[in-house]
């Protein structure tokens, strides 16, 4: 469907918002940055650049890049979304961003591949006075806003969980654990493994550790299949993976060494297969990030940004601040991760709408409690 007809579709939903960002004198002032343009306005609309990084992760292409579309469809039925996706791409990202920019695009929402690199992407756009919304990753170069969760906490969430689960399998001190981190470009990887070592340093033996470039499950599975190499197998009781693409190409390594049973692994993203390994028992958990807050947030930034207003945030979600990799502190929204394992996946992403029963109950996990238990 085209962008046009979902703002159809949602024309009726989005008049309320509208009429409150044209009495709030929306489109009347111009945009900030160093460049001089005349700021959009919601009832002309006008064009959002999205760039998203990659394609690997389930994530952007099922829940980022529609929950964003929609939410610009209610806040301006006017505007377009202009989308482009790296593919884990640094030049590709940087020449998709020039052409968003050359066509003329009111404001860039951008999910950096390499959050340094961006920062020229940024710069040019502040020096066209196109502003720019930082999505979920925290570009360099001085970004109007960002939204994102609190990436720390998904760190320290993960690696609770992993020594939660490695008493519940009771091999807590058996062995050594494997951790397997995000792409050294991307600043939320930092957090996720700090947030991560907070908890596990002190507490397990950490026998072999990686970053793991473009958060690529090929090469989390290679990496898995070096440590299994120099720790074996089943000496190995736990796994922190970052994010739940990558925990398959482990899972994958565990099994082709013979595991039959699964040290506790952990995830991030709740993707439709993640949540299936956790209830088949193959992972122990993941970490749920609601996108379609985010995905809203950052809609009404952009919206605000390209308008010349100041985004405010709102009572459930406040704006505070964040320091980006280069030390300049921006406005910010920070989410809450939660951790589900396979006690709340009912009470998390059931319950909120990002998955049906139907969706996690396909034949193949048809045998487990959560789908025995929905008689699915
Ligand atoms: C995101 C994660 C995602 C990872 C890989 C991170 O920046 O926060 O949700 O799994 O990138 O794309």
Excluded at 277 to 296: H, L, N
């Amino acid at each position: 469907m085209s962008n046009r007809n979902t703002f159809v579709r949602r024309f009726a939903a989005g008049i309320a918002a509208v009429a409150a960002l044209a009495a709030a004198g929306c489109g009347a002032t111009t945009t900030g940055g160093d460049g001089e343009q005349e700021a959009a306005s919601v009832e002309e609309g006008f064009t959002i650049g999205l760039l998203l990084p990659e394609s690997k992760t389930a994530r952007y292409e099922k829940f980022d890049r529609p929950y964003f579309e929609e939410a610009v469809a209610e806040l301006c039925p006017n505007c377009e979304v202009s989308y482009q996706n790296a593919d884990q791409d640094v030049s590709k990202q940087q020449s998709q961003a020039e052409a968003m920019l050359t066509e003329g695009v009111d404001v860039l929402v951008l999910d950096a591949v390499d959050a340094e690199a961006a920062g020229s992407i940024v710069q040019q756009a502040k020096g066209q006075g196109v502003p720019v919304v930082a999505y979920d990753r925290l570009a360099q170069g001085g970004v109007d806003y960002y939204v994102s969760f609190d990436n720390k906490t998904v760190g320290r969430v993960q690696g609770e969980a992993l020594i939660e689960g490695m008493e519940k399998a009771g091999t807590a001190g058996d062995g050594p654990i494997v951790m397997i981190n995000g792409s050294p470009t991307d600043p939320n990887a930092a957090d996720f493994k700090a947030g991560a070592h907070e908890i596990l340093d002190g507490q397990v033996e950490i026998g072999a550790e990686y970053d793991t470039a473009d958060w690529s499950p090929d090469k989390a599975q290679q990496q898995m299949e070096q440590a299994i190499t120099s720790i074996g197998a089943d000496n190995i009781s736990g796994v922190y993976s970052a994010n739940d693409g990558m925990a398959a190409g482990i899972i994958a390594a565990l099994k082709s060494a013979g595991v039959d049973e699964m040290p506790p692994i952990t995830g991030q993203d709740a993707e439709l297969a993640g949540i299936q390994r956790i209830i088949s028992g193959d992972q122990y958990m993941t970490v749920y990030k609601a996108i379609r807050p985010e995905a809203e947030v950052a809609a009404a930034m952009a919206v605000a940004a390209a308008t010349g207003e100041e985004y405010q945030g709102t009572d459930e979600h406040p704006l505070t601040e964040a320091t980006d990799g280069a030390g300049e502190t921006v406005p910010a929204v920070l989410l809450e991760p939660i951790a589900v394992t396979a006690e709340n996946i009912e009470d998390t992403v059931i319950s909120d709408g990002f998955y049906t029963v139907e969706e996690i109950c396909t034949d193949e996990y048809a045998d487990t409690d959560l789908c025995k238990g929905a008689g699915a």
